[in-house]
């Protein structure tokens, strides 16, 4: 199954707040996660990332927390736009004797309306 | 740069035919990977490949074959297709594997 979820299928905003995304993973030993955004027939695109050996990571407008104690990630977006409206995907790097690889959520549809 | 690349982007087959879906990379990444996307169950990983040579399995490789002759190049085949290959098919580079992956624009096939 999915050892990486997101806590709500979708989340609807006003433009100008803040958004906060919620990611749950399962997996203690992994050590990199990743946020993807994918607007409507496009291919997911890179946002921002986060190792393991940190708590916090600043972008532009966004923010990435993680929390290793309970195994929780998030992403937030600052004065969210009616150009963030998309998909929002969590990845997690899960290494096993299989091999490496990253395991993707199931996203979280952000709407934004003005 | 092109990036990653995928053809055709829409695709209709039926039941028991054949394709190559193709994707190409022009980063001169080592790692490449395809992923089909279905409603409510986000992206699963089919295969993947750490360099010219060499693939591997991923979450659900059944039906699918790879095979990796060049960096660039790393198209996925569907010997006989079946409905439950339905789904929105991507392509991913990376310089290193398991990091940030840039995706291609996608491929829609429909099995009937």
């Known amino acids: 199954g999915e050892s990486v979820g997101l806590h709500l299928p979708t989340l609807s905003v006003q433009e100008g707040d803040n958004s906060i995304i919620n990611c749950a993973y399962s997996?203690?030993?992994?050590?990199?996660f990743i946020w993807y955004k994918q607007e409507s027939g496009k291919g997911p695109q890179f946002i921002i990332d986060?190792?393991?050996?940190?708590d916090k990571r600043q972008g532009q407008r966004v923010t990435v927390l993680l929390n290793k104690t309970v195994k929780h990630l998030s992403l937030q977006i600052a004065a969210t736009q009616p150009g963030d409206s998309a998909v929002y995907f969590c990845?997690?790097?899960?290494?096993?004797?299989?091999?490496?690889?990253?395991?993707f959520g199931k996203g979280t549809t952000l709407s934004v309306s003005s | 740069n092109a990036g990653v690349t995928q053809t055709p982007k829409f695709q209709v087959l039926k039941t028991g035919q054949s394709m190559t879906l193709q994707c190409a990379q022009d980063?001169?990444?080592?790692?490449m990977s395809w992923y089909r996307q279905d409603p409510g169950m986000g992206l699963r990983l089919i295969h993947y490949s750490v360099g010219a040579g060499i693939t591997d399995q991923g979450e659900v490789p059944n039906g699918y074959n790879v095979s990796r002759s060049t960096t660039e190049d790393f198209p996925l085949r569907l010997l006989s297709a079946a409905p439950s290959q339905t789904s929105v098919y991507f392509c991913?580079?990376?310089?290193?594997?398991?990091?940030?992956?840039?995706f291609g624009p996608g491929t829609r096939l429909t099995v009937t």
């Open positions: 990845a997690e790097n899960i290494s096993n004797q299989a091999g490496t690889a990253l395991i």
């Open positions: 986060i190792r393991s050996n940190m």
């Open positions: 997996n203690s030993a992994s050590d990199y």
């Open positions: 991913a580079s990376s310089y290193e594997l398991a990091v940030e992956q840039y």
């Open positions: 980063m001169n990444h080592e790692y």
